[in-house]
C-alpha cells in the first residue's frame, strides 16, 4: 500500500511540475517597431538557431482598441521567409497592384494562415494584414520601417 501511494505521490509531482516551463529570453534582436503615441503597433525581431534564423513578429490587435492585445508569429528564414514576406507586402504598393481593389494574397506563415488585403487608411493607401488571431493596418512606410529599411 506504500509503495502505491509513493508511486502515485510521485505521478502527481511529476505532472504538477510539467504544467509550467519557463523558457529564457532568448537574445532577440530588434530589426523595427512601430509606435504610435507610445504605443508599440508592432515589431519584428530575430535570432539565430543554429543553421537558421527564427523572427518573430509581435502584432498589436487592432480589433482590441484601446485595450492591449497582441498577436504574435514566429517563423524561420527557410527558403529567404523574410525576403519572401517583404516582397508580399509590398507588392500591395507597385503600380500594376496599387488600385487593384480585388489584389490580395493569401499564405501560410509559421504555424499560421495569413490573409493580406488592401485597406485604405486615413494617410492613403495601406494593407490589412489578417490572422486568426486578429490584424492590423499598414502603410507603406509602416513595412519598410517594420522590415528595418
Known amino acids: ?15 504538477a511540475t510539467a504544467q509550467l516551463t519557463e523558457k529564457e529570453n532568448g537574445d532577440w534582436q530588434l530589426i523595427g517597431k512601430l509606435k504610435f503615441g507610445g504605443i508599440t503597433k508592432a515589431s519584428m525581431e530575430y535570432k539565430n538557431t543554429g543553421t537558421d ?12 482598441q484601446p485595450k492591449d492585445n497582441y498577436f504574435s508569429i514566429k517563423f524561420k ?9 517583404y516582397t508580399i507586402l ?8 496599387k488600385k487593384n481593389k ?19 487608411l486615413i494617410t492613403g ?3 490589412m494584414f489578417y490572422t ?5 493596418n499598414w ?6 520601417k517594420l522590415f528595418g529599411f
Do not use: Q
Request: cysteine-free; proline content about 1%; aromatic content about 14%.
Open 1 to 15: 500500500m506504500k509503495i502505491i501511494l509513493l508511486i502515485s505521490a510521485f505521478f502527481i509531482t511529476a505532472a
Open 53 to 64: 534564423t527564427t523572427y518573430l513578429l509581435f502584432v498589436k490587435d487592432f480589433r482590441e
Open 77 to 85: 528564414n527557410t527558403d529567404g521567409t523574410y525576403s519572401r514576406l
Open 90 to 97: 509590398k507588392s500591395f504598393f507597385l503600380p500594376e497592384n
Open 102 to 120: 480585388e489584389y490580395s494574397r493569401t499564405f501560410d506563415l509559421g504555424n499560421g494562415s495569413v490573409n493580406v488585403s488592401h485597406k485604405r
Open 125 to 127: 493607401r495601406g494593407i
Open 132 to 136: 486568426k488571431d486578429g490584424y492590423a
Open 139 to 144: 502603410s507603406e512606410k509602416d513595412i519598410d
